[in-house]
Nanobody
Framework: QVQVVESGGGLVQPGGSLRLSCAAS????????MDWYRQAPGKQRELVAR???????NYADSVKGRFTISRDNAKNTVYLQMNNLKPEDTAVYYC?????????????WGQGTQVTVSS
């Protein structure tokens, strides 16, 4: 079994910063991709940022230049540094990891952490 736990959400004013963390534990041999998604009320869940096992990153256009994803493979942890936050960044942020076993990928999701950007 694999557990995925996010932390670091909260309330921040527009222009502020937050750093989200997501730690995976359990039956993990190799983590492939590590992603951050978000879901705002009444909207579909969307991919915010992705980091591959080799460090390649991808971002949604709406967060490019403001958010940075990184990972610590020794700790099975992925981070999302969010700067210059805007009210439209308000959402529940979810971590998703893909674990490889015998060449098959298995995805695991965290429970989500609330980010609220408001003055």
């Amino acid at each position: 079994q694999v557990q995925v736990v996010e932390s670091g959400g909260g309330l921040v004013q527009p222009g502020g910063s937050l750093r989200l963390s997501c730690a995976a534990s359990g039956n993990i041999f190799s983590i492939n991709t590590m992603d951050w998604y978000r879901q705002a009320p009444g909207k579909q869940r969307e991919l915010v940022a992705r980091i591959g096992s080799g460090g390649t990153t991808n971002y949604a256009d709406s967060v490019k230049g403001r958010f940075t994803i990184s990972r610590d493979n020794a700790k099975n942890t992925v981070y999302l540094q969010m700067n210059n936050l805007k009210p439209e960044d308000t959402a529940v942020y979810y971590c998703r990891i893909v674990v490889e076993r015998a060449l098959i990928g298995y995805q695991y999701w965290g429970q989500g952490t609330q980010v609220t950007v408001s003055s």
